[in-house]
C-alpha cells in the first residue's frame, strides 16, 4: 500500500532545536537566540492561545533590532546615488516617490519577516525544499549574483569614503582592501552576541543620521518646497530616469533573504499561535519605525543636493566619486568642512551594507546549500566571492569618474535583472497554506503585494530596456541578448506557474525527493 502525503511529509519545525541542529543548517544555534522575557503574562504561561499577550515596551525593545539591520539596505551607497542624483536633477519633485517607493519596500520585508517567523525557516531554505534542483541551483546562483553586484557596489563606496577622509592619500584598491578587513571585524563582533551586533548598526546607522542632518542644517533646504514635494506627485519626461532609480534601488534582492533570516534571532514557540502572532505584531512595528528612519535619511540627502544644484550646470554630472567635492566647493568649509561631513556618512553607509552583505551571504549559501560549515569559515567563503570582483573592478576602473559611473550603470541593471528571482518565490510562498498555515497572506493583501510586485518588475524592465537600447549594438551581441532575454522572462514564467498549479501532494513528495538526494 502506497504511503499516504501525511507519512511522506516531515515538518518545517521540528520539536526541539537541538535536533533541527544535527539534521540542517539554521540561520541562528539555539543558543544564540534571544529569550524575549515578557511581563504580568501568567495568565498565558500554560496551555496553548490563540492570541498575542497584551503589547508591552520591554518587548518592543527585545524585539528590535532585526529590522534596523534590514533597513541598512535603504541606506547604501547605491541608494545615496540614487538620492543625490534625483535632487540634482529632479529637485524636490520626487520626494512623494520615494516615500511611496519606502512603502513598498517595507511591505515586501513585512512579507519577508512573517514567512520566517512563521515557518521558523527562511527564505532560502525554503528555496530548497519546494523547487526541484535546477530551479534552486538557479535561484541560487542569481540571488549569488546579486549580492556581489549590491557589495560592490557598497565596498566602492566605503573606499571612495576613505579616499575623501584621507584628502585623497589612500587610493581606491586600497580602500577596498581595508573594507574588506570588515569580514573579520564582522566575526569578531559575532562572538559577542545577537544584541551586541546589533548594537553595532544601530550606532552606523545614528552616524549616518547624525552626519546627513548636519549637511540639512548647513545647507538649508527649503522646508515648504520638501513639504510640496513629499505630498504633491509630480513626474516629468525629464525625471523619469530619476524616478525610475528611485523605485529600483529602494528593493534589494538580498535583502528579501536577508530579513526572513535575521526574525530567527529571538526564540518563538511556533507551536502557540499567539506567540507566533506576537513576534509578527513586534517584528512589524519595528521594521516599520526602521524604514521611517531611512526615509527621513534619504530625505536629507536628496534635499540637500536639490537645493545645491538643481538647475545648475553640475546638475548631471554629479555622481558618488565628486559629491562630496561639488559639496565642498558650494558650500565651503564652515565649523567641520562638508566634505569631510559626507564622507563619514558615506563611510557609515558602506560599512554597515558591506557586514549586512556579509550576514546575507552566509543565510543564501548555507540556506541553498545546506552547508554545515563552521561560521568563520562560511563568512569567509561568502565573502571572498564579493571581495575578489570587486578588488579586479577598483584596479581596472580607478581612472576617471566616469569609469566609475559607467559601472554603478551596470551594477543597477544586474541589481535590476535579479529582483524577481526574490520576490516571486516569497509572494508564492508566503500565500501556501501548506507552508504558513493560518498565518499565509489573505486575498487583499495577496493582490495588494502581487500588484506592488509586479510594479517593481516593470519599472526594472523598464531600466533594462533603456539601458539595453542605448548599450546593445551589432547583432551577435543583440542575438545573445535576445535569446538570454527568452530564457530570463521562461523562468519567471515557470516561477509564477508554480504558483498556479501548487499542490500539498506535490510539495510533500518534492521535499522528500530532496532529502534523499542530499543524503544520498
Known amino acids: 500500500m502506497p504511503p499516504t502525503p501525511q507519512e511522506h511529509e516531515q515538518p518545517l519545525l521540528l520539536d526541539s532545536p537541538q535536533q533541527a541542529d544535527e539534521l540542517e543548517e ?6 544564540e537566540k534571544i529569550v524575549v522575557v515578557g511581563i504580568d503574562e501568567s495568565e498565558y504561561e500554560s496551555g496553548n492561545w ?77 528555496c530548497r525544499e519546494e523547487y ?9 546562483v542569481m540571488a549569488e549574483v546579486a549580492l556581489i553586484g549590491s557589495d560592490i557596489q557598497e565596498v566602492i563606496g566605503s573606499a571612495i569614503a576613505i579616499r575623501i577622509l584621507s584628502n585623497g592619500f589612500v587610493p581606491l584598491w586600497a580602500g577596498v582592501t581595508i573594507t574588506a578587513l570588515d569580514c573579520f571585524v564582522f566575526l569578531l563582533l559575532e562572538n559577542y552576541g545577537v544584541r551586541k551586533l546589533e548594537a553595532v548598526f544601530a ?38 530616469q530619476q524616478a525610475v532609480g528611485v523605485v529600483g534601488c529602494i528593493i534589494m534582492p538580498h535583502n528579501v533573504f536577508l530579513h526572513s533570516a535575521l526574525v530567527q534571532s529571538r526564540r518563538v514557540d511556533h507551536r502557540n499561535k499567539g506567540r507566533v502572532q506576537e513576534a509578527l505584531n513586534y517584528y512589524s ?28 550646470e553640475l546638475a548631471n554630472n554629479i555622481g558618488l566619486v565628486n559629491a562630496g567635492q561639488y559639496l565642498q566647493e558650494k558650500y565651503g568649509g564652515g565649523l567641520f568642512p562638508i566634505l569631510y561631513i559626507w564622507g563619514i556618512g558615506l563611510l557609515a553607509a558602506g560599512q554597515s551594507s558591506t557586514l549586512t552583505g556579509t550576514y546575507a551571504g552566509q543565510f543564501i549559501m548555507g540556506g541553498f546549500l545546506n552547508l554545515r560549515l563552521k561560521k568563520w569559515m562560511r563568512a569567509l567563503i561568502t565573502r571572498s566571492f564579493a571581495i575578489i570582483p570587486t578588488m579586479i573592478v577598483a584596479l581596472i576602473f580607478d581612472t576617471s569618474e566616469q569609469s566609475l559611473d559607467v559601472l554603478n550603470e551596470w551594477l543597477n541593471v544586474l541589481q535590476s535583472v535579479q529582483i524577481p528571482f526574490a520576490l516571486i518565490p516569497l509572494l508564492c510562498l508566503v500565500s501556501k497554506e501548506q507552508i504558513m498555515g493560518s498565518f499565509r497572506i489573505g486575498p487583499v493583501l495577496k493582490i495588494i503585494s502581487w500588484l506592488v ?43 509564477i506557474s508554480r504558483a498556479v498549479t501548487y499542490s500539498p501532494w506535490q510539495s510533500v513528495t518534492q521535499r522528500k525527493s530532496n532529502t534523499n538526494s542530499e543524503l544520498e
Not at 549594438?473 to 530570463?488: D, E, F, S
Request: charged share 10%.
Open 453 to 495: 510586485t509586479a510594479l517593481v518588475i516593470v519599472i526594472n524592465g523598464y531600466l533594462l530596456l533603456e539601458f539595453f537600447s542605448h548599450e546593445v549594438n551589432g547583432a551577435i551581441v543583440g542575438t545573445v541578448v535576445c535569446v538570454l532575454t527568452a530564457a530570463y522572462v521562461a523562468f519567471i514564467v515557470y516561477l
Open 132 to 140: 526541484p534542483t535546477w530551479a534552486r541551483n538557479v535561484l541560487w
Open 203 to 240: 550606532v552606523l546607522i545614528a552616524i549616518m543620521a547624525v552626519a546627513f542632518a548636519w549637511m540639512f542644517g548647513e545647507t538649508k533646504p527649503s522646508g515648504k518646497e520638501l513639504l510640496l514635494g513629499i505630498l504633491i506627485p509630480k513626474l516629468s519626461s525629464r525625471t523619469i
Open 26 to 31: 539554521t540561520a541562528y544555534d539555539s543558543s
Open 285 to 312: 512595528i519595528e521594521s516599520t519605525m526602521a524604514l521611517i528612519v531611512s526615509f527621513v535619511i534619504n530625505i536629507f540627502v536628496t534635499t540637500v543636493f536639490a537645493k545645491g544644484f538643481y538647475g545648475t
Open 50 to 126: 490563540a492570541r498575542a499577550p497584551p503589547f508591552s515596551w520591554r518587548k518592543l525593545w527585545l524585539f528590535t533590532g532585526p529590522g534596523f539591520l534590514m533597513s541598512i539596505a535603504f541606506l547604501d551607497p547605491g541608494n545615496l546615488e540614487g538620492d543625490l542624483q534625483a535632487g540634482a536633477i529632479a529637485g524636490y519633485s520626487l520626494l512623494w516617490l520615494l516615500m511611496w517607493a519606502t512603502a513598498m519596500g517595507l511591505l515586501i520585508q513585512l512579507l519577508s519577516a512573517r514567512l520566517g517567523v512563521a515557518t521558523g525557516r527562511h527564505l532560502a531554505e525554503l
